[in-house]
């Protein structure tokens, strides 16, 4: 079975600095992650997803995120922050099969500071 | 074009009665999922529908809770005599295929209130 844990229940940063939200998973089979982005009263929206292709993605609005294997990480990054970056963002698994639904993790609210 | 979406918006219903919500996903796509959203947690999964196959219902919390995807394509997720502990954000998200390879679009949820 997999499982998700995100690290960070909240993060603040400041407007220009950079941002770091951290998530490790547990995976029987070798699997996709996705990074996940909801605004205030709006979706969710999808940032990005690593399916076994290369291990550094790149995604919407400036993020990235890497999957590191050996370290069961899949950090979401980005280099300066913005006023409209802040929203909740959860990381999510899924197993090799892709035939079980995706496993969210409890999200981690990311705050911005001008 | 249209996303999903997802009705009514808002239902505030008393313990003991039984609420239907509503679905309609994105045009051609032939996976639709039900999730739980409560506050300060992560999306719950509850039901999972792909095709014309058996639905996943692993994630349904009781017998309570039930779903049906009329069509290949609308879906109702109702709630027999509900619980206080029932209200959440329900969300429904479709996508083209499984869940490993292919993005979920999400509707804005349903706000269900039980008092």
């Known amino acids: 079975a997999q499982s998700v844990t995100q690290l960070d229940s909240h993060v603040s940063v400041s407007e220009g600095t950079p941002v770091l939200l951290r998530c490790n998973y547990s995976s029987s089979y070798s699997p996709s992650l996705f990074w996940y982005v909801q605004h205030p009263n709006k979706g969710l929206q999808l940032l990005l997803k690593?399916?076994?292709?290369?291990?550094l993605v790149k995604g919407i609005n400036g993020f990235e995120a890497e999957f590191k294997k050996s370290e069961t990480s899949f950090h979401l990054t980005k280099p300066s922050a913005h006023m409209s970056d802040a929203a909740e963002y959860f990381c999510?698994?899924?197993?090799?099969?892709?035939?079980?639904?995706?496993?969210f993790g409890k999200g981690t609210r990311l705050s911005v500071i001008a | 074009g249209a996303g999903v979406s997802q009705s009514p918006s808002n239902k505030v219903t008393e313990k003991g009665k039984d609420v239907e919500l509503r679905c309609d996903p994105i045009s051609g796509h032939t996976a639709l999922y039900w999730y739980r959203q409560s506050l300060g947690q992560g999306l719950e999964f509850l039901i999972y529908f792909q095709g014309n196959s058996a639905p996943d219902k692993s994630g349904l919390p009781s017998d309570r809770f039930s779903a049906e995807r009329t069509g290949g394509s609308v879906s109702t997720l109702t709630i027999q005599r509900t619980q206080q502990e029932d209200s959440a954000v329900y969300l429904c998200?479709?996508?083209?295929?499984?869940?490993?390879?292919?993005?979920?679009?999400f509707g804005p949820g349903t706000r269900l209130t039980v008092t």
């Open positions: 998200a479709s996508s083209f295929g499984g869940p490993r390879f292919y993005e979920q679009y």
């Open positions: 999510v698994v899924s197993d090799q099969t892709g035939n079980t639904p995706l496993v």
């Open positions: 690593y399916t076994s292709a290369a291990t």
